[in-house]
C-alpha cells in the first residue's frame, strides 16, 4: 500500500518536472515540421543536402516559420567554376551573407550594368527578386548563409540534393569531386520553374573584378555603402553600410542590411545587432507579430524564448523564435554579434534603430 502510494507520488513528481520544458527540449538537430522555440548548433544535419560537393543545411524552414523565411547555410571548398547555373527567382528575394571565407556573387537586373562582388567574412548581398545571379565559391573554408523570403524555397535542395547525415558534423564532406556546369535538359528546367528557379542560360559572368569588385567605380571596401533603391539588387561590405547605437538595454550597434524600404511587400527585415556585455538591468522582453531568427556571428548570446531556460549560443548557433512568443536576449561576453531576421517591419531590429541613434562606428563607446 504504502509502497504504491510512494510510486504515484514519485510519478506524479516527476510528471511536473516533464512539464518545464528543459534545454534538452529546446535544442534540435532538425528544424521541425511548425513553428515552436529551438536553437540549433552550428553544423547539426539539419535536413541537409549535398548537391556535388556543396553542403546545404536548412535551420529555418517554411514548415519551421510557417513559411515567413527560410535560413540555410552552404559549405563548400574553392571551386574552379560556378556553384549555381545564373538564374532568376521571380516570388522569392535571396540575401547571400559570408559566414566566412571568399565567394563572387554575380548580379543582373533590369538591363542594367551586370554587378560583381568578391564577397569576404561578414559581406552582404542582395538579391531582390527578379535579379539573374550566380555564385562561385573560392576558399577551402568558405561558408554562405541565406535568407529567402518567404519560406519554403529549401524544396528546391531536397529536389537537387543527395539527404546527408554525418556522425562527426564535418562542416562539409572532404572529397574530390569534379563540379558539372553541364546545362539541365528542358523538362529538368521546366521542373525548376515549379520551385521559382528561372534558368538564364545566355548570362555571361563578367571576369573584370578589380579590388573585389566590377565595374570598379563602386564603392567596395573602401566607402560607404547605402542600402539599395526599392527593386534594386545592392552590396553592402561589412561595416561600410548604415549603423545606429542603441544605449536601452547595454549598448547594441545594428547595422540593418534590409529595411521595410527594401523589403517592400516581402515583409521582413534584416540586420546584424552587435552587443556589448550584459549590465545589472534585466533585458527588456519582446513579443513580436512575426517569427525571428538569431544566428551567432562572434562571441556567445544568451538567449530566453518563452517558457523554456537560457540558452547559451556560440558562433554559428541559430535561434528560433515563433511568432508572438516572448524572448529576451543579452551577452555576458565583451562582445557579442548576430545575424537578426525577423518577419514583418517591427522587429527588434527596427525597434533599436527608431529609438536610437545614427552612429558611424561597428564598436560601442568605452563607457
Ligand atoms: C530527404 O529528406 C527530406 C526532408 O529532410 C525527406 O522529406 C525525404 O523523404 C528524404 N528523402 C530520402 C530519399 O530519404
Ligand atoms: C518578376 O517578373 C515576373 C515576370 O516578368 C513578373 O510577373 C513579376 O511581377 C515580377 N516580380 C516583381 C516583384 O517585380
Ligand atoms: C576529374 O576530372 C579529371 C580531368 O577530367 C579526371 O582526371 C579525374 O579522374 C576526375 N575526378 C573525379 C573524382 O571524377
Ligand atoms: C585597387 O586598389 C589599389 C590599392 O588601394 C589602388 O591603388 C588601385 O588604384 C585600385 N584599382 C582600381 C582599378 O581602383
Ligand atoms: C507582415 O508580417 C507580420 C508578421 O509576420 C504580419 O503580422 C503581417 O500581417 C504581415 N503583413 C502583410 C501585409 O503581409
Known amino acids: 500500500m504504502l509502497s504504491s502510494a510512494l510510486f504515484l507520488l514519485l510519478s506524479l513528481g516527476?510528471?511536473?518536472?516533464?512539464?518545464?520544458?528543459?534545454l534538452d527540449d529546446l535544442y534540435l538537430e532538425n528544424a521541425p515540421s511548425s513553428p515552436r522555440p529551438y536553437v540549433i548548433p552550428h553544423y547539426a544535419n539539419s535536413h541537409a543536402v549535398t548537391i556535388g560537393s556543396q553542403l546545404y543545411r536548412f535551420t529555418v524552414t517554411g514548415p519551421s516559420s510557417d513559411y515567413a523565411f527560410t535560413l540555410m547555410s552552404t559549405n563548400a571548398p574553392s571551386s574552379g567554376s560556378l556553384g549555381v547555373?545564373?538564374?532568376?527567382?521571380?516570388?522569392?528575394?535571396?540575401?547571400?551573407?559570408t559566414f566566412k571565407g571568399r565567394f563572387q556573387l554575380w548580379a543582373e537586373k533590369d538591363n542594367k550594368e551586370q554587378q560583381a562582388r568578391l564577397l569576404t567574412q561578414g559581406d552582404y548581398g542582395s538579391v531582390v527578386r527578379n535579379t539573374t545571379h550566380t555564385f562561385q565559391i573560392l576558399d577551402p573554408d568558405t561558408e554562405m548563409v541565406g535568407v529567402i523570403v518567404?519560406?519554403?524555397?529549401?524544396?528546391?535542395?531536397y529536389f537537387l540534393g543527395t539527404n546527408y547525415t554525418s556522425g562527426t558534423d564535418t562542416p562539409y564532406v572532404p572529397k574530390t569531386t569534379n563540379s558539372s556546369s553541364a546545362v539541365p535538359d528542358s523538362s529538368t528546367m521546366a521542373k525548376l520553374r515549379t520551385y521559382d528557379v528561372y534558368a538564364q542560360t545566355d548570362f555571361e559572368p563578367r571576369r573584370d573584378i578589380v579590388n573585389g569588385t566590377a565595374p570598379s567605380t563602386e564603392a567596395w571596401h573602401t566607402e560607404s555603402n547605402e542600402l539599395g533603391e526599392v527593386g534594386e539588387p545592392y552590396f553592402v561590405a561589412n561595416g561600410y553600410g548604415p549603423k545606429y547605437l542603441s544605449s536601452k538595454y547595454g549598448y547594441q550597434v545594428i547595422q540593418p542590411l534590409v529595411t521595410p524600404k527594401q523589403a517592400q511587400d516581402t515583409n521582413y527585415t534584416m540586420s546584424t545587432i552587435s552587443l556589448s556585455?550584459?549590465?545589472k538591468n534585466s533585458p527588456p522582453s519582446y513579443t513580436l507579430k512575426g517569427a525571428a531568427a538569431f544566428e551567432v556571428l562572434e562571441g556567445v548570446l544568451s538567449i530566453q524564448i518563452g517558457d523554456y531556460p537560457v540558452a547559451t549560443l556560440f558562433t554559428g548557433d541559430v535561434a528560433f523564435v515563433p511568432a508572438k512568443t516572448a524572448f529576451t536576449y543579452y551577452s555576458t561576453v565583451a562582445f557579442t554579434k548576430a545575424l537578426y531576421v525577423s518577419s514583418g517591419t517591427d522587429g527588434v531590429d527596427q525597434q533599436l534603430i527608431a529609438d536610437g541613434k545614427s552612429w558611424d562606428f561597428v564598436t560601442f563607446p568605452k563607457y
Do not use: A, C, K
Not at 150 to 157: A, V
Open 85 to 97: 547555373l545564373p538564374h532568376i527567382h521571380r516570388e522569392h528575394y535571396e540575401n547571400f551573407f
Open 150 to 157: 518567404p519560406g519554403g524555397f529549401e524544396d528546391l535542395f
Open 14 to 22: 516527476t510528471g511536473l518536472v516533464q512539464s518545464t520544458p528543459t
Open 277 to 279: 556585455r550584459q549590465t
